[in-house]
């Protein structure tokens, strides 16, 4: 099978980004199909320069990030806009679409259609923040709708959502579920000692979100009743972020490093996540708020390295409590970490069966292309 898998590892510049992305592209060709990335931005290339702390809209910067970070893994890429593109020859990729099976456009759709596009045999539109997602489509955002509604199958790793216990509307469905996918090769069981539960953390990616009058926050509306959970308990945090000044956080007992650095490439994202002892997850105040059962793609990076992982309860289920703790409070979050610590040993080795036995690329994009084909 062909498959043409859109992403924004250039418009984020991001380690953490590039993985996400990564786990798709290296476990799609090991399951023997061919896959080319594809990033669009449209009339033009509007991104953060993380070298220089500056917006650019100039080509080179984005598209050698994106070189950068599949080059290294044989993986043919175009970074285009209206204004040219970078990476294989648009004739090359033009061909690609022509022979593809398949087009998959990962968090965000394709914000210009270009009719290349409806070549591909069949689209599919996969859904990475559950409940914010189906909110701006009822609240109006018709872009974001458009999009979505060119892809016959759309799926969401919202594992709630359409639940009764969710609150999260289904507009712009109906949606399939589908788990963060790692691909295991790259992520191998990490033998180093560590000492402390890691955390990385944007505090404001987005706005927050209104559905019939109830509020949906980011991070920094959910940090507030974790904030001096380093004092009550002996085990060290932690914090990759940017944002926020450093000597706030500090002031808390965490540990802080400029989460711009760590995530800037993703070899340096996985050696942050495969030097830690855990995971501390930080959901969104809206995953929270709308138990819609989100699972983040970095989790299961911690869980291939057999680091456990500690995280705020969003409603998914996984696994027994084994190498996956979650917590409602401070002091559920306390009593988690404590647990995870009577018996680390037993927890690290869960924590890789878990990813081995449910996020593994050879468990989850099987059942993905079954979705999109069935």
């Keep these: 099978m062909k498959i043409v898998l859109a992403g924004t590892i250039g418009r984020s510049g991001?380690?953490?980004?590039?993985?996400?992305?990564?786990?798709?592209?290296?476990?799609?060709?090991a399951l023997g199909h061919e896959v080319f990335y594809l990033e669009d931005c449209g009339k033009s290339s509007w991104v953060y320069n993380w070298e220089k702390a500056e917006w650019t809209t100039e080509l080179d910067y984005p598209a050698h990030y994106v070189g950068s970070c599949l080059a290294p893994h044989g993986l043919p890429w175009?970074?285009?806009?209206?204004?040219?593109?970078?990476?294989?020859?648009?004739?090359?990729?033009?061909?690609?679409c022509v022979r593809a099976d398949l087009l998959?456009?990962?968090?965000?759709?394709?914000w210009v259609w270009r009719q290349e596009y409806s070549a591909p045999k069949r689209r599919a539109f996969i859904d990475v923040d559950p409940g914010f997602t189906q909110i701006s489509i009822a609240n109006?955002?018709?872009?974001?709708?458009?999009?979505?509604?060119?892809?016959?199958?759309?799926f969401t790793v919202g594992q709630k959502i359409g639940n009764a216990e969710c609150p999260a509307p289904t507009v712009g469905g109906p949606w399939l579920k589908t788990l963060p996918p790692v691909f295991l090769p790259e992520w191998p069981f990490a033998d180093a000692g560590a000492t402390h539960f890691t955390t990385i953390v944007r505090w404001q990616g987005f706005k927050e979100v209104t559905?019939?009058?109830?509020?949906?926050?980011?991070?920094?509306?959910?940090f507030p009743k974790l904030q001096d959970l380093p004092r009550r308990?002996?085990?060290?945090?932690?914090?990759?972020?940017?944002?926020?000044?450093?000597?706030t956080?500090?002031?808390?007992?965490?540990?802080?490093?400029?989460?711009?650095?760590?995530?800037?490439?993703?070899?340096?994202?996985?050696?942050?996540?495969?030097?830690?002892?855990?995971?501390?997850?930080?959901?969104?105040?809206?995953?929270?708020?709308?138990?819609?059962?989100?699972?983040?793609?970095?989790?299961?990076?911690?869980?291939?390295?057999?680091?456990?992982v500690v995280i705020g309860d969003t409603g998914a289920e996984i696994g027994g409590g084994d190498g996956f703790q979650t917590f409602v409070d401070r002091e559920s979050a306390v009593a988690a970490i404590e647990t995870v610590n009577s018996d680390y040993k037993k927890h690290r080795l869960a924590a890789r069966r878990l990813a081995e036995?449910?996020?593994?690329?050879?468990?989850?994009?099987?059942?993905?292309?079954?979705?999109?084909?069935?």
């Design 249 to 308: 956080l500090e002031a808390h007992g965490w540990d802080v490093v400029p989460g711009e650095i760590i995530s800037r490439t993703p070899q340096s994202y996985r050696e942050f996540i495969q030097q830690s002892r855990g995971e501390f997850g930080i959901p969104k105040h809206g995953y929270v708020a709308m138990r819609g059962g989100w699972i983040s793609d970095r989790s299961v990076c911690y869980l291939a390295s057999g680091r456990p």
């Design 14 to 29: 991001l380690g953490g980004q590039a993985w996400a992305v990564l786990q798709y592209l290296l476990g799609f060709r």
């Design 140 to 154: 109006g955002d018709q872009g974001l709708a458009e999009g979505i509604a060119r892809c016959e199958r759309r």
């Design 211 to 222: 559905f019939n009058g109830v509020n949906y926050g980011q991070r920094n509306a959910e």
């Design 104 to 110: 998959v456009m990962r968090a965000v759709p394709l």
């Design 357 to 374: 036995e449910v996020f593994a690329t050879d468990n989850v994009l099987p059942k993905f292309l079954a979705g999109v084909f069935h």
């Design 78 to 96: 175009i970074y285009r806009t209206d204004e040219g593109s970078r990476g294989a020859a648009l004739g090359d990729f033009l061909e690609f």
């Design 233 to 247: 308990t002996r085990q060290p945090f932690r914090i990759a972020q940017m944002g926020v000044d450093p000597k």
